[in-house]
């Protein structure tokens, strides 16, 4: 049941939905299409049962009528997203993780690009993801579908002011390492530091001046000339997952 003021959102697909019961995350109920009886829907009710969470069987078109923005393939969940991370929290998560890192992404506003970014997110073990709230991709039902049960794993911290925000982390002893195409430090050629905030630029226009100002030092993907940039999903991937690498290397 859902608590009063608690806002609520969809996710979409067997798997979203089940990474959400996995992951502890508050689901007020779960919608089936009749012709879903596949062996991970079958676990899926069985969890859902033992979470407590009611499960209401449905036509497949009148699934498609109450969620026409959502891809849910015959299973959909309510859940609650107040359990995204007040700014005033991260602090303390940090605080409470071992080797913790961070990613800033500096207004993405393709909900897909955000999910993406999430899942990678999560693959690569990032501590937590922190965007503005204005002129940036929100978590919704989309941004966690693309995320595939990634936006349940790595929290995701919406701040007031990405600026602020960033020096706030270096303060605390992190060092702001920015993706900028046009800079001659290659990533891969460069000694990352362990605690590490990494921070991507939007589609349009990629690391804003200001932004890139508040990082302590830049770095670029190296590529083939005839391609000017990559996807921010695609960079952001590329650079956690070598940080990845870094970190076991010296591990």
């Not at 859940?79 to 071992?98: M, W």
């Not at 605690?195 to 083939?224: F, K, N, Q, Y």
């Amino acid at each position: 049941m859902k608590d009063k003021g608690q806002a609520t959102d969809w996710v979409g697909g067997v798997h979203a939905v089940t990474a959400a019961l996995e992951a502890g995350q508050k689901v007020v109920r779960i919608r089936l299409a009749r012709d879903k009886a596949d062996g991970r829907t079958r676990a899926l009710i069985a969890a859902a049962e033992a979470a407590g969470v009611p499960v209401e069987s449905q036509e497949r078109s009148a699934l498609d009528k109450a969620l026409p923005d959502i891809n849910h393939q015959g299973c959909a969940a309510e859940i609650v997203t107040g359990h995204i991370l007040r700014e005033s929290e991260l602090a303390d998560l940090l605080a409470r993780t071992d080797h913790p890192w961070v990613l800033a992404l500096d207004q993405v506003q393709d909900p897909h690009n955000l999910g993406a970014c999430l899942r990678s997110a999560a693959a690569a073990g990032v501590t937590a993801v922190i965007a503005p709230r204005k002129r940036a991709a929100g978590l919704t039902g989309a941004a966690r579908k693309v995320a595939a049960g990634g936006a349940e794993i790595v929290p995701f911290v919406p701040v007031t002011n990405l600026s602020r925000a960033i020096e706030r982390l270096k303060a605390d002893g992190f060092w702001a390492v920015g993706l900028a195409g046009g800079c001659h430090a290659s990533i891969h050629e460069t000694d990352l530091p362990a605690r590490i905030l990494w921070v991507a630029g939007g589609e349009a226009d990629g690391l804003r001046a200001l932004t890139a100002e508040h990082c302590d030092l830049l770095v670029s993907i190296p590529m083939e000339p005839v391609m000017e940039s990559l996807n921010v999903s695609v960079a952001t991937a590329i650079a956690l997952f070598e940080t990845r690498r870094q970190r076991v290397a010296k591990a």
